[in-house]
Nanobody
Framework: QVQLVESGGGLVQPGGSLRLSCTAS????????MGWYRQAPGKQRELVAY???????RYVDSVKGRFTISRDNGKKMLYLQMNSLKPEDTAVYYC???????WGQGTQVTVSS
């Protein structure tokens, strides 16, 4: 059974940075594509960043150039470096695999002056 645990969120001012981490225990991590998702109040959950098993990345337009997704296959960990944060980035952030296992609790990111 895959367990997903996110951490690293918090309160940050506009223009600031955060680094989110995700552990994916119980998965065949090295052969799974991984993604970061976010859900703001009253909005649908959206995929914001994706990384293939080989390290190729893709981003939704709204975060392109500001966020960087990376992975450590040996540690079965996924990261999201978030720079130049904007208030509209405020959301609960989740990680998951291509097969969308049960969601973890996520980590809250709040961008506010």
């Amino acid at each position: 059974q895959v367990q997903l645990v996110e951490s690293g969120g918090g309160l940050v001012q506009p223009g600031g940075s955060l680094r989110l981490s995700c552990t994916a225990s119980g998965s065949f991590f090295s052969i799974d594509g991984m993604g970061w998702y976010r859900q703001a109040p009253g909005k649908q959950r959206e995929l914001v960043a994706y990384i293939t098993p080989g390290g190729t990345t893709r981003y939704v337009d709204s975060v392109k150039g500001r966020f960087t997704i990376s992975r450590d296959n040996g540690k079965k960990m996924l990261y999201l470096q978030m720079n130049s944060l904007k208030p509209e980035d405020t959301a609960v952030y989740y990680c998951n695999t291509d097969d969308l296992h049960s969601w973890g609790q996520g980590t809250q990111v709040t961008v506010s002056s």
